[in-house]
Structures are given as C-alpha cells and as structure tokens.
C-alpha cells in the first residue's frame, strides 16, 4: 500500500496563494500517476488535477485551470499543487491521490490509495 501524507493547507484571503505538497512512499511518483482531489462540505468529492507517466501531459478541472499547477519531484517522491488566485469556491478538504499505473484519470474509482486530506480554507 503506497503512503500518502498531504501538507501545506490553512486560510487564506481570496485572490492569495497556496501551495500543498503530498509525500509518497519512496519510489511511488516515478512509477504511479497522482491526483489532487477535494471535497467542500455539504458536497461530493471531486477531480481537481492529476498527472501521470513522463509521456502524459497534466490534467485539470475546468475550474482551476489557469489558476492551479500539478507538479511532481519523483527524487524527493514529492507532489505539489500550486494553487494561484483563489476564489472562495476553492475552499474544501484536499487529497492527493495514487493509481498504480502511467495514464493520469478524473476518476475516483481508478485511484487505489488516498492520504488523510489538508484543509483550504478562502475567505471572502
């Protein structure tokens, strides 16, 4: 089972920056695709990014493109989001995610570990 541990949540004013990190089980970035997914309260969890194999180019959400980046550093087995200007509707519990094998996927159910979630909160 891969270990995921997110970090990097907290509050923040509209228009602000986060950025969360997970950290993986040694050896997972650079064989696993990896998503960020979040859930507001009242709401269904959700697809926000993901990334796969060398060769697969990152997805996003509509709603976070232009704002948020996806980037891995498979040495430090580290996964980052970069999330720029963002807007109250941002605010949700967010989960790195890791499917073992190259394609990055939207969906939940071809994801097989999940982390414990970091908390993002953006005031009006």
């Known amino acids: 089972q891969v270990q995921l541990v997110e970090s990097g949540g907290g509050l923040v004013q509209a228009g602000g920056s986060l950025r969360l990190s997970c950290a993986a089980s040694?050896?997972?970035?650079?064989?696993?695709?990896m998503g960020w997914f979040r859930q507001a309260p009242g709401k269904e969890r959700e697809f926000v990014a993901a990334i796969g194999g060398i060769s697969h180019w990152p997805l996003y959400t509509d709603s976070v493109k232009g704002r948020f980046t996806i980037s891995r550093d498979s040495a430090k087995n580290t996964l980052t989001l970069q999330m720029n200007s963002l807007k109250p509707d941002d605010t949700a519990v967010y989960y790195c995610a890791a499917r073992k094998t190259y394609p990055p996927s939207r969906l939940q159910a071809e994801y097989e570990d999940w982390g414990q979630g970091t908390q993002v909160t953006v005031s009006s």
């Open positions: 040694e050896g997972t970035l650079s064989r696993y695709a």
